[in-house]
């Protein structure tokens, strides 16, 4: 059985709109379970907050993400992980990228490097910093 590695977003509130705003750019369908759904509410004014949620295309992307309520601590920090994204060709990704920036920060364009034909960095509007490139064959020399 193969084993498989889904990012999992923490958010303070923004969960189903990063959720949404992810389906709009890869496709798919999702997922999302409230605190009342779940029968898990807290507090009222976090019964829509999301207890479970995820994102899967049918071109192999996942993502999951919940809004950790507020009698547990939390803090984004500034870079504390990565979401990559890598395709196989060019086009795949800048299609991608151009959907993902909407609302962005970008850190890296989206361009040529030494290493993939198209490779960019951005922070998105809910602070997830996301790596797109083009998947290539690396040598071990």
Partial sequence: MPVTTTPHLNFRGDARAALEFYQSVFGGHSVIVTNEDAHSVETPDEAQQVKFGQVIGENGFQIMAYDVP???????GDKSMFVSVRGGSAEEIAELWNKLTTGSTIIDDLSPSFFSPAYGMLKDQFGVVWVLDVAVAYSAA
């Avoid at 507020?70 to 984004?76: C, E, F, G, I, K």
Wanted: negative net charge.
């Fill in 70 to 76: 507020a009698s547990v601590s939390y803090d984004q």
